[in-house]
């Protein structure tokens, strides 16, 4: 079975490329080979990484039990702080 190739072209920093051309030196492989394995192992690492992000977001959500009320309190002294630090900000530099 052939595998399908797309060719692309892409700006790399300098430090990048050395990088990856001591990669495929060290696997014993042509860089577009390391730069297929780097790709694929980054996203086996994150694979699933934002539905736990989200997870962690809902977890500590509802470890705050807030309600409706208690949320727009909250947001209205976030609200409160956020004007009186931009004021500060704009008294000190005149």
Same mark, same amino acid.
């Given at each position: +079975?052939?595998?399908?190739?797309?060719k692309?072209?892409?700006?790399?920093?300098?430090?990048?490329?050395?990088?990856?051309?001591?990669?495929?030196?060290? !696997?014993?492989?042509?860089?577009?080979?390391a730069?297929?394995?780097?790709?694929? +192992?980054? $996203?086996?690492?994150?694979?699933?990484?934002? $539905?736990?992000?989200?997870?962690?977001?809902?977890?500590?959500?509802?470890?705050?039990?807030?309600?409706?009320?208690?949320?727009?309190? !909250?947001?209205?002294?976030?609200?409160?702080?956020?004007?009186?630090? $931009?004021?500060?900000?704009?008294?000190?530099?005149?």
């Amino acid at each position: +079975m052939a595998v399908t190739s797309i060719k692309a072209t892409y700006s790399l920093d300098v430090g990048t490329v050395r990088s990856l051309e001591r990669l495929a030196e060290l !696997w014993s492989v042509p860089k577009s080979e390391a730069l297929r394995r780097t790709i694929r +192992m980054a $996203a086996e690492r994150h694979a699933g990484m934002d $539905a736990g992000t989200t997870n962690v977001l809902d977890q500590l959500q509802r470890s705050l039990a807030l309600n409706e009320d208690a949320a727009a309190r !909250w947001m209205a002294d976030v609200r409160t702080e956020r004007h009186a630090s $931009a004021r500060q900000r704009e008294d000190r530099l005149g």
